[in-house]
């Protein structure tokens, strides 16, 4: 089944703190009028993060743990889709450009034929304080930039993301953000005055920052349900002993793993294995790619002088083109979850079958 998104995703959340019923005032405290409450903070459920049969520190456990609770997170749980429809019809809806992203495509109401605006929520930007501080959201850290090209506007609130962790090192957990980026497309027929794309990214931030607490987690049935988002890129760390590695680069990027074996007789070759979306796979159009079938699984390969690239479609295709809807790029709302391995060398035929080995691991 092809997953459909957004059309059952509530964004609506509240939280009861206290039900009074006649008589029945069990659990309920009695509050002074004027008296400031204060919420205490939710208790973390506890999480051991995989270190693959390594002995690791606290802080690379940290590193781990942060990156396992990225991939439980659901991208499209942080971006209320009602937000964007204030602006117009909502054309596409769903994870396009990563697995850890979420990106809503709406048709301005008084807009030209092809007038769009793009707003994409992204869970692992590169930390960046870049940009104009912000301080319209209390206490948390945000740096606004924008940009201008020839027909769009661009507006990105780059902002801190709370994650909860149980493990920590020096009890200071890590430091996380997330972007919400807006781009204006206006077409040459438009006219009159464009939306405001960073009042825009400030409502849907506003929201985002509710919603943030509460931590949505990713379907796990249904269409919505994506396998190779609850995988660990990392996985293949385990069937190496630890003699065979000169070195794994831990981090919280949720889907990248970075590794370098040890080769006998020959330089170190560095692999980054990366767990991503592709757009929907046709007959290469370039003469460095070509296609390469192993167990029945087909395969893009691109070859240059010094590095190789493999990527290997592993599930359906995502369709976040909303049925009826009139789309101006409609290609880009169709993208495959897929596993790509990245190489220093460009020996990609040998890299076939491990890339085949960790799509089969993927999704076990």
């Not at 009861?16 to 069990?26: G, R």
């Not at 370098?260 to 003469?287: C, K, M, N, V």
């Not at 192993?294 to 295709?317: H, K, Y």
Request: with cysteine.
């Amino acid at each position: 089944m092809v997953p459909v998104w957004g059309e059952a995703r509530s964004t609506a959340a509240a939280v009861l703190a206290c039900i009074l019923v006649p008589s029945v005032l069990t659990g309920c405290a009695t509050v002074m009028a004027g008296t400031p409450v204060e919420t205490p903070p939710a208790p973390v459920d506890y999480l051991a993060p995989n270190t693959h049969s390594r002995s690791i520190g606290p802080s690379d456990k940290m590193l781990l743990e942060v990156a396992e609770r990225l991939r439980r997170l659901d991208p499209c749980g942080l971006l209320p889709e009602p937000v964007v429809a204030r602006y117009g019809e909502i054309r596409q809806f769903g994870p396009q450009r990563a697995l850890d992203t979420c990106t809503a495509v709406a048709h301005p109401s008084e807009g030209a034929k092809y007038d769009e605006l793009d707003v994409t929520i992204d869970l692992s930007p590169v930390p960046s304080t870049d940009g104009q501080r912000d301080r319209s959201f209390g206490d948390t850290e945000v740096y606004r930039t924008t940009s201008v090209h020839e027909n769009s506007l661009d507006c990105t609130l780059t902002f801190a993301l709370d994650i909860p962790v149980t493990v920590t090192a020096d009890a200071v957990p890590p430091s996380r953000f997330a972007t919400i980026a807006v781009t204006q497309y206006r077409s040459a027929e438009s006219s009159g005055e464009s939306i405001p794309v960073c009042a825009v990214a400030a409502d849907v931030l506003s929201e985002t920052l509710a919603l943030v607490p509460s931590l949505p987690g990713r379907p796990t049935s249904g269409p919505g349900r994506i396998r190779l988002a609850a995988a660990d890129p990392c996985e293949i760390v385990g069937s190496f002993a630890p003699e065979e590695l000169v070195g794994w680069q831990i981090d919280s990027d949720p889907y990248r793993c970075v590794l370098t074996p040890h080769q006998d007789g020959a330089a170190p070759e560095t692999w980054s294995i990366y767990y991503g979306l592709e757009p929907e796979f046709a007959p290469p159009d370039r003469d460095d790619v070509r296609e390469v079938t192993f167990e029945g699984l087909t395969l893009q390969v691109r070859e240059t002088g010094d590095s190789c690239r493999i990527s290997a479609p592993i599930e359906s295709v995502i369709d976040t083109n909303r049925p009826g809807a009139e789309r101006y790029n409609r290609s880009r709302g169709r993208n495959v979850p897929a596993v790509i391995l990245m190489s220093d060398t460009p020996n990609c035929d040998d890299l076939v079958p491990l890339t085949v080995e960790i799509a089969d691991g993927a999704l076990t």
